[in-house]
Every structure is written in structure tokens, then in C-alpha cells.
């Protein structure tokens, strides 16, 4: 069976609501979990939407089917960018946050500057790009996009500046603790391969391997997995046509050399 389509997530997120896993919002995470503390399973249903936004309205639309609530980190980019489909995605139920990279865009983008001025620069990108955002839905979570290519991690934003300034309640690689709850991503179109997950890593202590979503399911089935995980699915990976899917896969298996390229010459 092909990996990577709605009906296989469809089939995760079935098995996920019959072990009785309640789906929290980052949202809700912090205001419902974190101060009340319910024993019950729980998944964080993550999305960063990097491109290829209607491919989240998809998935957005079948998780509401299904009665299930996620996360969609949008960039501000223009091709990802899209204010219609960010607020049909929150009027489905699903909360909104903000998947920034101002670090890498300033960065990259501006020549002789000193690095002060760098986080000055990035640190204003990032309000304004917030305040966009903010006039279509209310933004509380904010979550890094990594930029392989680029030799700015946009998460050291935060060494100088406070996110919490702006009214966010969180930024999952420092408000939650991945020895507690277990992270899973698909990013690069494979679970957890740490090879092309150049910047998206977290420290944990969890140590499972999949190599399909298939694998997961199992695990599930048979009660192997911890009962506090983070998703974190990025929908433009995942096709539900058989062209697309294939489209996806040439451009992936593409991408993925090129990054193991970059991440050789590192070593
Ligand atoms: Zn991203």
C-alpha cells in the first residue's frame, strides 16, 4: 500500500480516536492540560504548512470529519499565504499559529549589516508578519520553519528578544518537554529520518523507529506508544491522486539527496 495518503492518515487518525486519544489545539495544551492536568492520552496534532496550503484545507476538512482538532503553523510567504484558506482552516475548528523564519529571511536577504541590527531586523519582520496574520484569526503559538539552506536558525530570535512580549503563549522547541511528551515528524516525507531533518530535531529521550505510517498504526494497535505525542505533519507531503502522489515523491526523493548533500559537506 502507498504511504503518504489521506486515506493511511485517515486510518491513523481512526485508530488514535479509538484508543481514546483526546486531540488538544497547542492552544488548549497550555490552557487545559498544562493547569488542570487530565491523566487521559493526548495528541498534539501539529501541521506546518510550508507550501501547497490547499493540501491543508484537505487534511483540515477530513480531520473535522472526524471530530478532530489540530495546529496549522502557517509562513507568511505569498505562495502559502492564502487569508481564505487560512480561515476556512480555523472556522473548521483548527487553531492558527504562526510558522516563522525571520532570522533566515533577514539573514539571507541583507548584506553588511552586523548581527545586532540582523535581530533587530528580524525581530520587527516578525511583528509585522504576526500582525497579518492576526487580522484574519487570533494567533497565540508560534512554531520555527527550518531553512536547510540557510545558515541562520531562526529559533536563536529568542536568546535576545521574548516571544511571550507578543501575546504567544508558546514555541514548542522550548515550552515542551520532548523527554515527556514523544515527537514524531514526517518531514522530508519519511518518519523521524534524522538525515534530512536538518533543523526539525528535538532532544528526547524516545527512541522508536517507523518506517511507515503503516508501522505506526501497529504500534498503536498494539499499545506500544506513549500516551503523550506531537504529531507534526506537514500536509504538502501527503496526496490523496495517484499523480500527485508521484509528483510529490519524484520531488522529495530530489530534495532529500540534495539535503544529505549539504548536511555531508557540514560534517
Ligand atoms: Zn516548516
Known amino acids: 500500500m502507498k504511504d503518504f495518503t489521506l486515506n493511511i492518515y485517515k486510518q491513523l487518525l481512526q485508530i488514535l480516536i479509538s484508543k481514546n486519544y483526546i486531540f488538544f489545539t497547542v492552544e488548549e495544551y497550555f490552557k487545559l492540560y498544562v493547569s488542570k492536568s487530565p491523566n487521559r492520552p493526548f495528541i498534539l496534532m501539529r501541521h506546518d504548512v510550508d507550501r501547497k ?26 505562495k502559502t499565504f492564502k ?20 532570522l533566515c529571511e533577514i539573514g539571507d536577504k541583507v548584506k553588511g549589516k552586523s548581527e545586532k541590527e540582523i535581530y533587530k531586523l528580524a525581530l520587527e519582520d516578525f511583528i509585522e508578519n504576526l500582525a497579518i496574520l492576526r487580522q484574519i484569526v487570533p494567533i497565540k503559538n508560534i512554531a520555527m520553519h527550518g531553512r536547510p539552506t540557510s545558515k541562520w536558525d531562526s529559533r536563536l530570535l529568542w536568546n535576545k528578544y521574548n516571544y511571550k512580549k507578543y501575546g504567544i503563549l508558546s514555541e514548542p522547541y522550548f515550552d515542551i518537554d520532548f523527554n515527556k511528551v514523544f515527537y514524531i515528524t514526517d518531514a522530508g516525507r519519511s518518519w523521524n529520518n534524522e538525515r ?12 522508536f523507529t517507523f518506517n511507515h505510517t503503516e508501522n ?22 501527503w496526496a490523496d491522486s495517484q499523480t500527485e502522489w508521484y509528483k510529490i515523491w519524484v520531488i522529495r526523493k530530489a530534495k532529500n539527496t540534495v539535503k544529505k548533500l549539504i548536511i555531508r559537506n557540514k560534517i
Request: proline share 6%; no cysteine.
Open 196 to 207: 534530512v531533518n536538518l533543523r526539525d530535531k528535538v532532544e528526547s529521550k524516545f527512541n
Open 83 to 102: 487569508p481564505e484558506i487560512i480561515k476556512e482552516i480555523a472556522e473548521l475548528g483548527h487553531e492558527i499559529g504562526y510558522h516563522y523564519e525571520n
Open 53 to 78: 496550503p490547499n493540501n491543508s484545507l484537505r487534511m483540515a476538512k477530513l480531520e473535522n470529519e472526524l471530530g478532530v482538532k489540530a495546529t496549522y503553523y502557517f509562513r507568511t510567504i505569498p
Open 216 to 237: 505506526i498504526i501497529q504500534a498503536l494497535n498494539q499499545d506500544k506508544l506513549p500516551n503523550k505525542i506531537m504529531i507534526n505533519i506537514h500536509p504538502e507531503h
